[in-house]
């Protein structure tokens, strides 16, 4: 077999079921394999979309996701994905096709050292050598991006190795200097228990690890059976049911009020999977002044690295959790002790609930995420499960955060560490190729959509049957609320009021689409976006305002305005 094939049939023994990609002259041998292969190639219009869609794939199965690009700017066009991939913590294989081996390094036609140009951002990169070492360099990429703290990996390989004759390969790496850890160690274990039960003011803060480590059952029994209030960050959304009475909804900079007092006034705070982000904890020597901290975590590295754990405890957060829900059921902690905790907890939530969002004479953006809240209720879930959401990055997505109400996880797709605008409509095309039977809805905004808008094509010829809710407020809006609350005002390069036409668009490039400015109109709009068989989209002509409450960057959590 050539390289390529072996390639390709690495790619099979790995349970690849499709690969998004783009052709060009340097990956055209691979290309060619997959011709014979039953995995499913996915041609999108955009490198970048490639692996974004890739992580849609990945954050909606928790499988590996694969993006397969030429060399030279096909290659450098995944860099913005691999940061994102790698922020988010995704399983993700990147495959870079690369020059011929004797043309390395003589700046040929479209050579890129994309090994040096993305080392910063992967978890582990390989610049294949051999033909022979093709398929071994496959399955050790798929082995790193899945096991431990998952992330992306890159295979670069050279046209003329992909051409050459290969060997075949076992499916099991030889990895002696890898080496992860999930069993959580027992004294810590026992220490994280004692904390809890001696806690009078606990709060579980759970993060995008806890996703990865399927802890959702977990979580939310160890919460329940001891009363423990509990706030996700954004990458945590559904992991806890959002209308459990335990949750205090999202926490971080457009959090709720309860979420970030009660991380302000606790007196420990149980991080799972979550890293202590700046969004989070604004001016870090105010986050939790009179917390113990307690850091589940499988990354070591994570632990201390932003607030001192006072009880650190490495390993893998579902095993963790089950751990000290068992340890605490042997301590058998009084839960009246919570008793005051929980009547302050509730009246922070009785006085500062979700805003009650009303139309003006345009419609008002919170509003339409509640209308397509309950739009998304009333679809049957059927074989596909709940609505999955995927987003841009912007107003609209902490709208969409904290108005939409997610009961599983899985269901929401987002970019949180990068905050990569472009994210969501090829997001959802990986996470609806992944699902075909759930229904993807695509909530975005117009600068954001700009990015990634050939993507469209991209759905309607996949025929993959996403829904995307356009929030047009004409502007980079949450460039614009910062320029108006903390540069005086002054809207540098933050208008878009170009006059696009995006039904013309959208219908140009094979999508469904229609456009509602009339708040009577909304929820009929909604429900015929919804039940289109293809690709849709909904332009809602929205009322600039800001997205509060929020805290200013920098600033104390507990500090929150509007």
């Keep these: 077999m050539r390289g390529a094939d072996r390639l390709i049939e690495a790619l099979e023994r790995e349970g690849t079921e499709v690969v998004f990609g783009l052709p060009g002259g340097a990956s055209l041998p691979i290309h060619d394999a997959l011709e014979d292969s039953p995995i499913r190639h996915v041609l999108v219009r955009h490198e970048a979309a490639a692996g974004h869609a890739a992580e849609g794939y990945a954050k909606a199965t928790g499988r590996v996701g694969v993006a397969l690009v030429t060399s030279g700017p096909g290659a450098t066009n995944l860099v913005t994905p691999i940061a994102d991939a790698m922020a988010d913590s995704v399983p993700t294989v990147f495959l870079t096709a690369q020059v011929s081996t004797p043309l390395r390094g003589t700046n040929a036609f479209q050579e890129c050292d994309v090994i040096g140009v993305t080392q910063p951002i992967v978890k582990h990169s390989i610049a294949v050598e051999s033909a022979d070492a093709i398929a071994p360099a496959i399955h050790e990429a798929f082995h790193v991006a899945r096991t431990g703290r998952p992330g992306p990996v890159l295979v670069d390989v050279p046209s003329d190795l992909a051409k050459a004759p290969a060997r075949a390969a076992t499916a099991a790496p030889s990895l002696p200097g890898y080496r992860t850890r999930t069993a959580p160690n027992g004294r810590q274990v026992r220490r994280a228990a004692e904390a809890i039960a001696a806690a009078r003011r606990p709060v579980l803060y759970a993060g995008g690890g806890i996703v990865h480590a399927g802890g959702s059952d977990a979580l ?9 209030p ?22 971080g900079m457009h959090g ?12 420990l705070v149980v991080a799972i999977g979550a890293r202590f982000d700046d969004r989070v904890t604004g001016e870090v020597a105010s986050f939790a002044p009179g917390a113990k901290v307690v850091h589940l975590d499988l990354d070591a590295a994570e632990i201390s690295k932003i607030v001192p754990a006072h009880v650190p405890v490495v390993g893998d957060a579902r095993r963790a959790l089950e751990a000290i829900a068992a340890e605490l059921d042997r301590i058998a902690p009084d839960a009246g002790r919570l008793d005051p905790w929980w009547a302050r907890l509730d009246a922070w939530r009785a006085e500062h609930g979700p805003r009650a969002a009303v139309h003006g004479e345009r ?29 841009d990055v912007g107003q609209h997505q902490m709208w969409a955060a904290n108005r939409l109400r997610f009961r599983e996880p899985r269901r929401w797709l987002t970019s949180g560490g990068l905050g990569t605008m472009g994210f969501g409509v090829p997001a959802a095309i990986g996470a609806q190729v992944a699902m075909p039977d759930a229904t993807v809805v695509c909530v975005t905004g117009d600068g954001s959509l700009l990015m990634h808008l050939q993507e469209l094509a991209t759905a309607a010829a996949e025929r993959a049957p996403i829904k995307v809710v356009l929030l047009d407020n004409a502007s980079l809006g949450m460039v614009r609320q910062q320029q108006d609350l903390f540069w005086g005002g002054r809207r540098t390069a933050s208008a878009l009021d170009d006059g696009l036409d995006w039904e ?16 009577e109109e909304l929820e009929e709009a909604l429900a015929a976006t919804l039940d289109e068989p293809g690709p849709a989209l909904l332009r809602i002509d929205v009322a600039t305002v800001d997205c509060l409450p929020m805290f200013a960057p920098g600033t104390p959590a507990r500090a929150m305005f509007g």
């Excluded at 029994?221 to 001891?226: D, F, I, Q, S």
């Excluded at 509990?230 to 205090?248: E, Q």
């Excluded at 013309?504 to 708040?519: F, K, M, T």
């Design 220 to 228: 939310r029994a160890l919460a329940r059976t001891h009363r423990l």
């Design 230 to 251: 509990v706030t996700t960050t954004l990458m945590a959304l559904g992991c806890f049911p959002a209308d459990d009475p335990l949750w205090l909804g999202m926490l």
């Design 256 to 267: 709720t009020r309860p979420a970030n007092w009660a991380i302000d006034e606790a007196d």
């Design 363 to 391: 419609i008002d953006p919170e509003a339409a995420l509640d209308a397509l809240a309950e739009a998304l209720d009333r679809v049957d879930a059927g074989p596909g499960g709940p609505p999955i959401v995927t987003t």
């Design 504 to 519: 013309l668009i959208a219908r140009g490039l094979g999508v469904a689409a229609r456009a509602v400015e009339a708040p």
